[in-house]
Nanobody, 124 residues
């Protein structure tokens, strides 16, 4: 089992940047693929980015490709989401998630463990 705690959210103007962090408990962080999802008010939770266990493979939603970067530091049990060129439509609660087993998931059901979320608000 793994526990996840997100941080780094906040209020930023359009065009600005934020870096989200997700700290994981336990000694087996490197055995989990990790993902970031987001949920805006009144909308379904959607995939943002994912990274393989080693960090060698990354995946992005089309809406954030070229602006967001997912990375991980297995020595620090932490996954990051660097967000540049933020837009008002990026406003949402951002969640990190952990997946055990083979492969990297891009849907909610691929992930078993979830953090509590961190709010990101982008003003126009």
């Amino acid at each position: 089992q793994v526990q996840l705690v997100e941080s780094g959210g906040g209020l930023v103007q359009a065009g600005g940047s934020l870096r989200l962090s997700c700290a994981a408990s336990g000694r087996t962080f490197s055995t989990y693929a990790m993902g970031w999802f987001r949920q805006a008010p009144g909308k379904e939770r959607e995939f943002v980015a994912a990274i393989s266990r080693s960090g060698g493979s990354t995946y992005y939603a089309d809406s954030v490709k070229g602006r967001f970067t997912i990375s991980r530091d297995n020595a620090k049990n932490t996954v990051y989401l660097r967000m540049n060129s933020l837009k008002p439509e990026d406003t949402a609660v951002y969640y990190c998630a952990a997946r055990s087993g083979v492969g990297v998931g891009i849907t909610r059901t691929d992930y078993r463990y979830w953090g509590q979320g961190t709010q990101v608000t982008v003003s126009s």
